[in-house]
């Protein structure tokens, strides 16, 4: 006999965490899925999306909707066909993940059919849109990490880039303007970032002007992310991007995640693995995924002013496993 329990978690941040296209967030808000059976749990979190998108359906009402199936054992290969690719399905579908590998007496690892436990991986560390001035004093206090993502999308953006490489001269760059670009910007600003050091952009566009990266073969990698959400996502992504950021809360969960790992690998693409707000139980997974990546964004513990008592330890930007967080 199955047991769902669904929790509604707040965690504040050390700040604001401010992006181009919503509100600044002062609070992480998560849900976290339990699924207990004959003594074994699974868990998953994810962000609960529709408290700073009110066009995102509401996280809590869609996992519930699935509790009587799940405790009537339905699985997580079925559960696609119960709930669309996105965060609800993500904190249930790494539930029934981890609780399928203690099933089995198996890591989560084996259970993704990765060759060996994961090992740790350095993240990037985001500093949040604001002011040229301020972007660059935050960039002077975390100038001692080896990459950092800007989020950007505003007026003023070269300055912002130019003004943090003069704070960090030594530190890697990736930039993310989440979708609030035209293609002119884009292009305008190409040979700059090129000059200044800037290693990947992140989806500049919306999705409604992508058509225009057709043939645009940048000397920076344009990643997708908004544009990326599943498997399904890879057809139209071709000849545009030339990378793909792989989220859970997007994909809806590892299941899908790993089919998506393998079918842009497969077809050439660069791969992001990225995060939303959250702790350690959302990141435990997505560590996983990230064994594969060249650019891994899961610095969400980091933005918080206190993560979870079980946790994995971010030594600087160096995150290492744990499995009792997750899979083990």
Not at 136 to 151: D, M, S, V
Not at 266 to 273: P, T, Y
Request: proline content about 6%.
């Amino acid at each position: 006999m199955r047991k769902m329990n669904i929790y509604v978690e707040k965690w504040p941040l050390h700040e604001p965490f401010i992006i181009s296209r919503m509100a600044p967030q002062l609070n992480g808000e998560v849900v976290v899925v339990e699924i207990e059976q004959n003594g074994l749990i699974g868990r998953g979190e994810c962000e609960r999306m529709d408290v700073f998108e009110p066009a995102y359906p509401n996280v809590v009402k869609m996992i519930e909707s699935v509790k009587t199936h799940i405790e009537s054992g339905l699985n997580r290969l079925d559960l696609r066909s119960h709930l669309p690719s996105g965060a609800a399905r993500n904190a249930v579908d790494c539930a029934l993940f981890e609780l399928e590998a203690k099933q089995a007496s198996l890591p989560a690892w084996q259970l993704a059919g990765f060759s060996g436990p994961p090992h740790p991986v350095v993240t990037v560390y985001t500093l949040s849109l604001d002011t040229a001035e301020n972007m660059a004093k935050a960039a002077e206090r975390q100038k001692h990490r080896p990459i950092l993502k800007l989020k950007l999308g505003r007026q003023g953006d070269l300055d912002k880039v130019k003004a943090v490489r003069e704070a960090a001269p030594d530190t890697r760059l990736v930039i993310d303007a989440n979708t609030g670009w035209s293609f002119s910007q884009l292009t305008s600003y190409l040979p700059e970032l090129v000059k200044l050091g800037v290693e990947m952009i992140e989806q500049p566009l919306c999705p409604e002007e992508e058509h225009l990266l057709e043939g645009l073969h940048p000397e920076i990698p344009i990643v997708a992310d908004e544009s990326c959400l599943d498997c399904s996502s890879l057809e139209a992504l071709k000849g545009r991007y030339q990378g793909v950021n792989i989220k859970l809360d997007k994909t809806g969960g590892m299941t899908e995640a790993l089919a998506l790992l393998d079918e842009a690998e497969n077809q050439g693409f660069e791969i992001m693995v990225g995060c939303m707000l959250g702790t350690s139980l959302a990141m435990a997974p997505a560590l996983l995924l990230s064994q594969k990546a060249r650019w891994v964004d899961i610095d969400g513990p980091l933005l918080l002013s206190k993560d979870r008592q079980a946790r994995m330890h971010y030594e600087g930007s160096l995150v290492h496993p744990n499995p009792s967080v997750w899979g083990e």
